[in-house]
């Protein structure tokens, strides 16, 4: 039971490192990047929750009576 | 119509026929000067979700198998094959700088993580009603004791784990993280010497006990050298 939690956990954070790297680094060449993904380190106890989609996060943050919802979704990172 | 720019690769470095990148377009090499850039039509900036991110993360991956590109960050959307290429070729003795660094060599990451702690799972409260101005001095002076602490595990481990892989990583980046993490590294390392990277990273983590855990990803397009 230890091994699967732990196996997923690797998963969990295999993705928070693949979405820092495509969205965060590289070469940047122009374009515009819509959020920083810099809050995801916070993130990866709620990362299933955040990487349905990053825009989602955004609609969260910015619709009604959401400040809540986004505030607990950054404490529960960290 | 506008392109999206996977990577950058030396002249020569055609992509595989038939790769598809995002909305299922073909990726096709644009010359710009002496390098090669991935792209593939868009007709529009991508959302920057999860698929849309592997998907670009799959080009790059392809490009890895021929040669070691230089990962375009997503979202660097052009309008057309000229601004592109223009893009490129004005940073031309830069960008041949970074893909000399990154020539066969491949990324790693190591991320280091607090074990379990039931005190870490709970999360501060926000505002507690304090009683007294003395009761909220010394919560202030235990929080900052705490992070003082932090700080120094950090530097810590980011040295121990330095030293560690130290024969094996031609160039390293560090970033401290929020808790629950502690801390984020990612390695350049040749191609050849995974095995013995990954062997002493387990030394490291081992050595480290049972206070942290280590989680090693990877390899890596060089995304976190490419800047």
Known sequence: ?????????????????????????????????????????LLHVNLRLLLCSVDRLQRLELGNGTAAASSSVREGGA | MGLHPYCIVPAGHEPPSGLAGLFGKPVRPLGAGPFLVWASE?????????????????????????????????????????????????????????????????????????????????????????????????????????????????????ERLHRSVERFAHDERVRPLEAPGLVACAHLVHRGDEERYRSAVRAFAHAVGAGCRVHVTGPWPPYSFTS
């Open chain 2, 42 to 158: 868009a007709e529009t900036p991508p959302r920057q979700d999860l698929d849309s991110i592997s998907a670009h993360h799959a080009v790059v991956v392809a490009a890895m198998d021929r040669t070691t590109p230089l990962p375009v960050r997503f979202g660097g959307w052009s309008a057309g094959d000229g601004e592109l290429v223009a893009r490129i070729v004005d940073r031309r003795d830069e960008l041949a700088e970074a893909l000399e660094t990154v020539r066969g060599r491949i990324e790693f990451g190591v991320r280091i993580l607090e074990a379990d702690r039931p005190e870490a799972a709970a999360p501060e409260p926000p505002e507690a009603p304090y009683r007294d101005g003395r009761t909220y001095l010394r919560e202030l002076a235990r929080r900052q004791a705490v992070q003082r602490e932090r700080r120094v595990l950090q530097d810590e481990l980011t």
């Open chain 1, 1 to 41: 039971m230890a091994e699967r939690t732990s196996l997923a956990e690797h998963d969990e954070l295999t993705l928070v490192e693949l979405v820092n790297r495509v969205a965060d680094r590289g070469v940047v060449l122009g374009g515009e990047l819509t959020i920083s993904v810099a809050d995801i380190d």
